[in-house]
């Protein structure tokens, strides 16, 4: 089955002349969901969509390679690894909101794509394997939202499975992210014995109904405490018993807490069953934050209600082999976005007619006519953008460049067939833009052959396999033996270059990083030659 997204915007039912930015901003609820590999993110997202009855039926907005109806994935080399690079939003209405669920890279080695999208959000889920607790990628992902100040509502996913203790759970949250843990909803009976969940805001029962593979919305059936009591025995008196522990340990929602991301409240689910999906769209709507004002590069604010402006957090080419087109996914900051209005390029003060605006969630794409802070629209042909770049109407505005990552492999490129020499240049320069890789430049390699950094190996085989497929350029890749990079500036250079284990790169805009093999090569540098500039970059370690 396909998907038919109806983008909110079209059912909002409110005329145009009633929508202002602002009024329009505070409907709406951008977030991503931020988990390790498998703990369900896929499904929930599938849930989440079935419950705004975006689709008819589970299985068919997102899914990995295999699955039935999977129109996320449509690169072929996600096919093949069974990973989602690529990313987009979905949008729907629900109750009187919009929201927009903004799609992360699966794969640890795209955690630089996965930042952009969370510089994106206002709020982030962080969705746990009730066996598994915090991962790996999960605890990275969450050190990105922290550092960004994004509050983080939590959902322990997989209830109808065995898993570890619930407050167990809420020690390690607690232990391992420094957030308070504030359950909103307490489960009955152990996991693996899902009876449902206590509402700890209201003391009532969540019964838990199973339905034939989750493919449509469970029933959720709400009893009072006295006959939750009477039917539960045992499970519920133990629920009501943790609650009342949980409430004197001061594990209450607090707002203003959660905002300032010092609490986390806690949802229990099983996505696969649907079962916890209403409660969790519901916290969003009531407690997540609307879409602020954003900070330009000099730190003042633009308010919602100013002109249009926003900027650039991910650009994707290739997505359909048909049509090779390049997408500028844009999160609007302020004002409205009109389809065919005309806004200024900021990084180069030249106009930009967004003739192809469009909402785009896996392989489904609608125009868009109208959006409003926090939305994402995608532009379709915006060769000139980049990431990190703003657009503006208007009265003119710079938001910040996205932050980049500290490299840790690097590679030379070289094309495989010189006669594709024009090829090559077009394909790298379009890599590095889209923030596929970084590209330097290196003397000792020459104009040439490019280096290509990057976070994750696997964006080497992106960058490959779109040299040749897209570009018709193939490239060789030579592995060079660094892995630490670090900024530094001129009078550094011979210094570095004379060192061993290390070399001086440099960006596209001059910047210059030195890169060395290992800690100790830095280390030897350092001890020599005590007062050279070396900064430290963001490390992938914090994403
Ligand atoms: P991801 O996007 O985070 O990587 O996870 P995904 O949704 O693909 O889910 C990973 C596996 O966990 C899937 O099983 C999925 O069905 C299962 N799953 C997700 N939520 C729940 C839940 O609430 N309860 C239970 N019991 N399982 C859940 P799979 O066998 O890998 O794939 P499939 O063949 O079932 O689709």
Redesign the pocket.
């Known amino acids: 089955m396909r998907a038919t997204i109806e983008p909110a915007s079209s059912t909002a039912g409110r005329s145009d002349a009633e929508r202002t930015a602002a009024g329009e901003a505070a409907r709406r609820r951008t977030f991503a969901?931020i988990?390790?590999?498998?703990?369900?993110?896929?499904?929930?997202?599938?849930?989440l969509a079935l419950h705004a009855r975006v689709i008819g039926q589970a299985?068919a907005v997102?899914?990995?390679a295999?699955?039935r109806g999977t129109v996320s994935d449509w690169m072929e080399m996600e096919r093949d690894r069974g990973i989602?690079i690529t990313s987009a939003a979905l949008q729907f209405s629900y109750r009187d909101a919009v929201v927009n669920l903004l799609d992360t890279p699966?794969h640890a080695d795209f955690s630089e794509d996965t930042y952009r999208v969370l510089t994106a959000v206002d709020a982030a889920v962080m969705?746990i394997?009730?066996a598994k607790g915090l991962e790996a990628q999960t605890m990275k992902l969450f050190a990105v939202c922290r550092h960004r100040g994004i509050p983080i509502v939590t959902v322990v996913?997989?209830?109808?499975?065995p898993g570890k203790d619930a407050l167990e759970l809420m020690d390690e949250i607690a232990e391992r992210t420094g957030l308070t843990p504030t359950p909103l909803t307490w489960p009955v009976g152990i996991a693996g014995d899902f009876r449902g969940v206590l509402d700890r805001r209201d003391g009532t029962f969540r019964r838990f109904t199973r339905t034939a593979g989750?493919a449509t919305i469970a029933p959720e059936e709400l009893l009072s405490a006295a006959d939750a009591a009477a039917q539960e025995g045992a499970n519920w008196e133990q629920a009501v018993e943790e609650s009342e522990l949980l409430a004197e340990t001061g594990a209450e929602h607090d707002q203003e807490l959660f905002l300032s991301g010092i609490t986390t409240p806690v949802l229990f689910?099983?996505?696969?069953?649907n079962?916890g999906v209403g409660a969790l769209l519901d916290s969003l709507v009531d407690l997540a934050p609307p879409p602020s004002g954003r900070e330009d590069v000099g730190g003042a604010v633009r308010s919602l209600d100013e002109p249009f402006s926003a900027f650039v957090f991910k650009v994707q080419s290739g997505m359909d082999a048909a049509h090779r087109d390049r997408l500028a996914y844009i999160r609007i900051c302020t004002g409205v976005f009109e389809r065919g209005m005309v806004v200024t390029h900021a990084a180069t003060g030249r106009p930009f007619t967004t003739k192809y605006a469009q909402h785009v969630f896996g392989r489904e794409r609608e125009s868009v006519e109208l959006a409003y802070p926090g939305d994402v629209v995608g532009l379709v042909n915006a060769n000139a953008l980049g990431v990190g770049d703003t657009l503006y109407a208007e009265k003119p505005v710079t938001y910040p460049p996205l932050t980049t990552f500290a490299p840790e492999h690097f590679a030379v490129a070289r094309s495989k067939e010189t006669a594709k020499h024009k090829q090559f240049r077009k394909g790298i320069e379009q890599l590095d833009s889209e923030g596929v890789v970084q590209v330097l430049r290196s003397d000792r390699w020459g104009d040439q052959a490019p280096v290509l950094a990057v976070v994750g190996p696997m964006q080497f085989e992106v960058a490959s396999h779109r040299m040749e497929h897209e570009f018709n350029a193939p490239i060789a890749l030579e592995r060079l033996p660094y892995s630490l990079a670090l900024r530094t500036d001129a009078g550094a250079v011979p210094q570095v270059s004379a060192s061993g284990g290390a070399e001086v790169l440099q960006r596209d805009n001059g910047d210059l990083l030195a890169v060395f093999t290992d800690k100790w090569a830095l280390r030897m540098l350092q001890q020599r030659h005590p007062s050279l500039n070396l900064e430290p970059l963001v490390a992938a370690q914090l994403a």
Do not use: C, I, M, Q
Request: charged share 25%.
């Open positions: 969901v988990s390790h590999p498998d703990a369900g993110k896929s499904t929930l997202t599938e849930a299985g997102h899914g990995k295999g699955r989602s699966g969705l394997d009730a996913n997989k209830w109808d499975r989750g689910a099983s996505a696969v069953s079962f």
